[in-house]
């Protein structure tokens, strides 16, 4: 079991909790009002955002995410979308901490290539290294890989948040039992980040014990956005519980669901 679990339904990371385990993008949407509503509608609380796209202060003659999702509100996490090396992504969280004025809680992913987005995690690793002696808290996008999520933390990251499969596929989970391995040996919040792309999808990883989910284009890219939104904060929810509660076990044959003893003839 995940040495990070809790019966309370609070979210912990870096030591500030959280009633949401639901964390979603702001990019996508069709206009700032739509993120707002759909951000509302998931009753998310932490918002990630892409500091090379999204504009939080870098440009003053923008509209700006920050005046729709308050900082004194939302936690905004920015993070390293676009970044294919680790000097790029320790510089864009520096900037990004800058525009933030010294919040420390970043997420940080290093793309292996542009067809993929799959995570780099050689220059994944040697960021979070860099990024943690800088006093970061530092939430990190990794490949499923049992070994690799392990390093992360052991270098110092505050979560580990496995990709479920490629970012904006809409895939769903391809690899539960290595999100089970990852699970079972974290310390720190795992999160599934990226592939996600309906409720049920959200509901398994929950179910796998996963502390929760980061999610942009199953919300962004659906027809009713808002309204998926209230879906995958439902599917945490359930998802979770079910966690919680332990599922049946799996048997090979079927088993009467009313008693057999004392049946009248």
Known sequence: MNMNDNNHGLLTIAGKTYNSRLLVGSGKYRDLAQTREATDAAQAEIITVAIRRVNIGQDRNAPN?????????????????GCYNARDAVYTLQMARELLDGRKLVKLEVLG????LFPHMPETLIAAE????????VMVYCSDDPIQAR???DIGCVAVMPLASLIGSGMGILNPWNLSLIVEQARVPVLVDAGVGTASDAAIA????????LMNSAIAGARDPVRM???M?????????????????????????SPVTGKVA
Do not use: H, W
Request: charged share 25%.
């Open 65 to 81: 995410l920050l005046d729709v999702l308050p900082p004194d509100r939302y936690t905004i996490l920015p993070n390293t979308a």
């Open 113 to 116: 290539d542009e067809k993929t």
């Open 130 to 137: 860099a990024l943690v002696k800088d006093g970061f808290d």
């Open 151 to 153: 390093l992360l933390e």
């Open 206 to 213: 929950m179910e796998l014990g996963c502390d929760g989910v």
């Open 229 to 231: 939104a209230g879906a």
């Open 233 to 257: 904060r439902l599917a945490v929810q359930a998802g979770r519980e079910a966690y919680l509660a332990g599922r049946m076990p799996k048997r090979f044959a079927a088993v009467p669901s």
